[in-house]
T-cell receptor, first 109, second 114 residues
Framework: GQNIDQPTEMTATEGAIVQINCTYQ??????LFWYQQHAGEAPTFLSY??LDGLEEKGRFSSFLSRSKGYSYLLLKELQMKDSASYLC??????????WGAGTKLIIKP | DAMVIQNPRYQVTQFGKPVTLSCSQT?????MYWYQQKSSQAPKLLFH???????NEADTPDNFQSRRPNTSFCFLDIRSPGLGDAAMYLC?????????????FGPGTRLTVT
């Protein structure tokens, strides 16, 4: 079966660094996406990885290991506005996204 | 700006009363998706269109129907809404060609069933 696992909730402090992990099982693999979703709003695209390694984009970085079926999203210099849910999604061989339930990130001052 | 638009943002309907949600896009994307998302859950794909080719997910209830009259517009019809259909309904688009197949989401329609 296809499955995405990520922690339900994490808490971090403003200005700190947090790493959100995701493990995936998909039928075929066409990449791994991270989306940010603020409460009551639509998901917005953060990152895409299809090759092993780290992709850096400003304060956010995403890592992929295909052999381990593992990805993480790294958020640096946390700001209060980063309080949101972070959704991990794997793209299968049919180019369909298999979504995780999201990790709710709570930022404390 | 190119975008995905959903109307209305909030919809209240009565139990069993048909309701239609709409989505339009100015991105000229080939693929359009409808997702259902309940609180603290993953988005659940209901259908998608690749151009006019309709793809229904196996576990999408018959109560849900969709129409795509042209490239820009897509509709979600709920024929007899039940209390369990209360959710956020998200429309998304993607170009369908070339990586990274990123999906662009509209703001969503929050459906309440009374």
């Amino acid at each position: 079966g296809q499955n995405i696992d990520q922690p339900t909730e994490m808490t971090a402090t403003e200005g700190a660094i947090v790493q959100i992990n995701c493990t995936y099982q998909t039928s075929g693999f066409n990449g791994l996406f991270w989306y940010q979703q603020h409460a009551g709003e639509a998901p917005t695209f953060l990152s895409y990885n299809v090759l092993d390694g780290l992709e850096e984009k400003g304060r956010f970085s995403s890592f992929l290991s295909r052999s381990k079926g593992y990805s993480y999203l790294l958020l640096k210099e946390l700001q209060m506005k980063d309080s949101a849910s972070y959704l991990c999604a794997g793209m299968d061989s049919n180019y369909q996204l298999i979504w995780g339930a999201g990790t709710k990130l709570i930022i404390k001052p | 700006d190119a975008m995905v638009i959903q109307n209305p943002r909030y919809q209240v309907t009565q139990f069993g009363k048909p309701v239609t949600l709409s989505c339009s896009q100015t991105l000229n994307h080939n693929v359009m998706y409808w997702y259902q998302q309940k609180s603290s859950q993953a988005p659940k794909l209901l259908f998608h269109y690749y151009d006019k080719d309709f793809n229904n997910e196996a576990d999408t209830p018959d109560n849900f129907q969709s129409r795509r009259p042209n490239t820009s517009f897509c509709f979600l019809d709920i024929r007899s809404p039940g209390l369990g259909d209360a959710a956020m309904y998200l429309c998304a688009t993607s170009s369908g060609t070339g990586h990274p197949y990123e999906q662009y989401f509209g703001p969503g329609t929050r459906l309440t069933v009374t």
